[in-house]
């Protein structure tokens, strides 16, 4: 029963309804299905394939018996809420929250998407996620958890086209709450120019332009070299973001990490990206040396941003190395030497380079509902 004291409170989303009782908070899609609980101080989210995270401290996957009971306190509190009713036009939302289907849900993701989504950059988790190829054209960096085992593959032009229209067929009005698009998989500028504008063209007939354009991950020694003329032009079709997985500016230490050693060729490329008016979001791996290598690390790094035109638009990542695991565990707490490293990273950057510097936050780079 509900107490006279405690009171319903609601409101309407683009795609679904906010509604909270008590200590508990509910974010519901237009489809019925749970994005997100908030009981107390504990804080729950859904990624789009079905899984379940505790995102209050770090980000911690729920195990399958977890979700079981999450999603059962779920249906409890819509069905408390709805005989406590404040409202008729939150009866209909709830009664499809008591009878949701996330099995059925779950697999309409694995249908649509050709790969599962593994991680967005931190500032892009609304964006809607298109998947016109799959997998990492290099899979050697010892230190990613997320393509190693995925080689790289076009899809073709009708069956990217069939991807579009099943994504906006199954998220409804969700669409509604995504303010940008980002290409996947892990280098979707390995396309030619040619294929890359007709993604971009597709994408913008049956999306729209969203508010925060199209981005995506690139790494310039796997992908076609591009003119200042074809950077424009992609940034004309919509592009607005580039996100360069860098991780360290010292040649030696990219080459152990499985990258290109070239990093004169790097800055080229992204200058050249850069000078075309697209937004770059640098990826930075703290820690990429160890210990030992910490201080040159650093300074290499410093050095080679320090020399790249970057402004306000630009993006520094900071993601420490212990970071990059699979989400199935709460993250560690910093060791020393990393946290002093992550914090000179900063500083340094924010003094020297006009760019905004920003955590790779766990909680943030999952592709949330
Ligand atoms: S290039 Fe990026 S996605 Fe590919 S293996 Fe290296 S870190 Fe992973």
Request: proline letters at 5%.
């Amino acid at each position: 029963m509900v107490s006279r004291a405690q009171m319903v409170q609601w409101r309407s989303l683009a795609d679904g309804v906010k509604v909270s009782l008590g200590e508990h908070a509910l974010r519901l899609s237009d489809r019925g299905l749970c994005c997100s609980l908030r009981q107390g101080p504990q804080f729950y989210r859904r990624t789009l394939n079905g899984h379940w995270f505790q995102v209050d401290t770090g980000r911690r996957r729920l195990a399958d018996d977890e979700v079981e009971r999450l999603l059962a306190r779920v249906r409890e509190h819509c069905q408390r809420l709805l005989e406590s009713l404040p409202d008729d036009a939150l009866r209909e939302p709830l009664e499809r929250a008591i009878h949701a289907d996330y099995r059925a849900d779950a697999e309409r993701y694995q249908q649509i998407y050709p790969e599962d989504v593994p991680i967005l950059p931190p500032d892009r988790y609304r964006d809607l996620v298109v998947q016109p190829a799959t997998g990492c054209p290099n899979r050697r960096c010892h230190f990613c958890a997320f393509y190693r085992d995925r080689p790289f593959a076009l899809l073709s032009e009708e069956a990217f086209q069939q991807q579009l229209l099943a994504i906006k067929g199954w998220l409804g009005e969700g669409v509604r709450q995504r303010n940008g698009v980002f290409l996947g998989s892990a280098n979707a500028l390995a396309l030619s120019q040619r294929r890359l504008l007709g993604v971009l063209e597709h994408t913008r007939q049956l999306f729209g332009q969203l508010p925060r354009g199209v981005a995506s991950f690139w790494d310039p020694d796997f992908s076609p070299s591009r003119s200042a003329n074809q950077w424009r032009e992609l940034q004309q079709a919509g592009l607005k973001r580039l996100v360069v997985g860098v991780e360290t500016g010292d040649g030696g230490l990219r080459r152990e990490l499985g990258k290109g050693d070239d990093t004169e060729r790097l800055t080229e490329a992204l200058t050249v990206a850069s000078q075309a008016g697209i937004p770059l979001g640098i990826c930075i791996l703290v820690g990429a040396g160890g210990e030992q290598l910490s201080d040159r690390h650093l300074e290499n790094t410093l050095r080679w941003i320090t020399a790249l035109p970057l402004g306000r638009q630009d993006l520094v990542y900071l993601s420490p190395l212990q970071n990059l695991d699979t989400g199935q565990a709460s993250p560690r707490p910093l060791s020393d030497w990393l946290a002093a490293e992550q914090a000179s990273f900063k500083r340094q950057l924010t003094h020297y380079s006009n760019a905004q510097v920003t955590d790779y936050r766990m909680e943030d780079y999952g592709y949330y509902s």
